[in-house]
């Protein structure tokens, strides 16, 4: 399998003539077949890797049933204060669960 990203003559060669068959199909405008040369070069690429896209990549977060990323929770508590706690004198806590220190104590004790 060829690199499809790699030049070679041949690669070039593809590329100047797909463009031009491009060109000629939209009624040869002013821009010549030179305006066409990315295109080609990606049309090229598809032809000579089919199935370069195809390879499954594992999400790095965990997904929803519906696809959605779920975030972890833990990061709020490094967002700090925004100014709009749940009350106005700061003293309960944001996210639903201990930190990780008291966590960590809690199961030491247990």
């Known amino acids: 399998m060829e690199n499809p990203l790699e030049d070679s003559p041949q690669r070039d060669a593809k590329i100047k003539a797909k463009a031009r068959e491009m060109w000629i199909a939209d009624g040869k405008p002013t821009c010549g077949p030179e305006g066409y040369v ?13 199935d370069a896209g195809e390879i499954p990549v594992e999400s790095p977060v965990p ?11 833990r990061i709020q508590e490094n967002l700090g204060n925004p100014g709009g706690s749940m009350d106005e004198r700061d003293d309960r806590r944001e996210v ?3 930190t990780r220190e008291e966590e960590e104590k809690a199961l030491k004790d247990s």
């Open 63 to 73: 997904l929803a049933p519906n696809g959605e990323p779920i975030e972890n929770a």
């Open 96 to 98: 639903p669960f201990g």
């Open 38 to 50: 990315e295109a080609a070069g990606d049309l090229i690429g598809m032809e000579i890797n089919p």
